[in-house]
């Protein structure tokens, strides 16, 4: 099968590295990263610069972007789907809002696309291994015949329903983890201020049954604010993420009381100039600011 591949970021990079290890043929358009395209190229992948010429003879076309907006464009507006061949298949890794995802099938459906939204689980590290999440929405005998592509990056694909399943359980996913951190802002800057040291709080909570993965990642950065240990989200992210979750629950007349009070939390920062800054990075600078300064 041959490879198309739109998305080269901190995970995209990683996840076309792997697919050209396992011997298909790859061709890529860039983005700014620069040393990710030289990189890929150096392994054997083709650049192109036009999206008729990527999609051209292609079997899927994989795509690993920020944000549905992007996807749009890709897809309907630089007509991507009209040059992709009759039976291919496009993969979209984006964490994207379903409900421009289900327009996106219904025009692929019109076209003969199959489509499987792959949206990802774990970081650029796991990208890079080939051990990420897959969460899948797709058909049983189109995600049966393009299953070997995903495995190239992911160590775990979960099937959780036809395509746009995927994009809905991502986004909960991340409402969840989103939310715990909101939480976790508030009740160490909590603990600041009322002279409970972060380590303590850690102490306490490790090992209860409050503890878990994401406290103690969240926590390795508290306790240790250094670039290695950040989580590589934007709040400009977090923010859009939450934003899609609203538009899927006002869809389903679905209640957000929690979903929005974390939006909030990071539309406020967002508001206050931290968009590009990681979620990591905002407890640190809650404690070091006036806290309405920033949420």
């Not at 909030?264 to 600078?285: D, I, M, P, T």
Request: aromatic share 8%; proline share 2%.
């Amino acid at each position: 099968m041959k490879i198309g591949f739109i998305g080269i970021g901190y995970m995209g990079h990683g996840m076309a590295k792997n697919i050209l290890e396992k011997g298909y043929s790859l061709k890529f358009i860039a983005n700014v990263k620069r040393k990710a395209a030289d990189n890929l190229i150096s392994r054997g992948a083709i650049e192109e610069t036009r999206i008729q010429d990527l999609c051209r003879d292609i079997d899927v076309l994989q795509l690993c972007l920020s944000s549905s907006d992007q996807v749009e464009d890709i897809l309907i507006n630089k007509r991507a789907i009209n040059f992709l061949k009759k039976d291919s298949v496009i993969i979209d890794s984006t964490t994207a809002n379903p409900v421009s995802s289900e327009n996106i099938i219904k025009i692929c459906t019109e076209n003969n696309i199959n489509f499987i939204d792959a949206p990802l689980g774990k970081t650029p590290k796991e990208a890079w291994d080939g051990n990420l999440d897959a969460i899948v929405g797709a058909k049983n005998d189109v995600l049966e015949k393009f299953r070997p592509i995903i495995e190239c990056w992911a160590g775990r694909i979960v099937h959780v329903g036809d395509p746009g399943s995927g994009h809905k359980l991502k986004l909960l996913n991340n409402m969840l983890s989103l939310s715990y951190y909101s939480l976790y802002y508030e009740v160490l800057t909590i603990c600041k201020q009322s002279k409970i040291s972060e380590e303590t709080f850690h102490s306490v909570i490790s090992g209860s049954r409050m503890d878990n993965e994401l406290f103690q990642s969240f926590m390795k950065y508290v306790l240790d604010p250094r670039k290695e240990n950040q989580h590589n989200f934007s709040v400009d992210n977090a923010n859009k993420d939450l934003g899609y979750l609203m538009s899927l629950a006002m869809q389903n007349n679905a209640p957000t009381l929690m979903g929005s009070a974390a939006k909030q939390v990071f539309e406020k920062a967002k508001f206050n100039g931290f968009a590009n800054k990681n979620v990591s990075e905002l407890y640190h600078l809650l404690i070091n600011k006036k806290h309405n300064e920033i949420i």
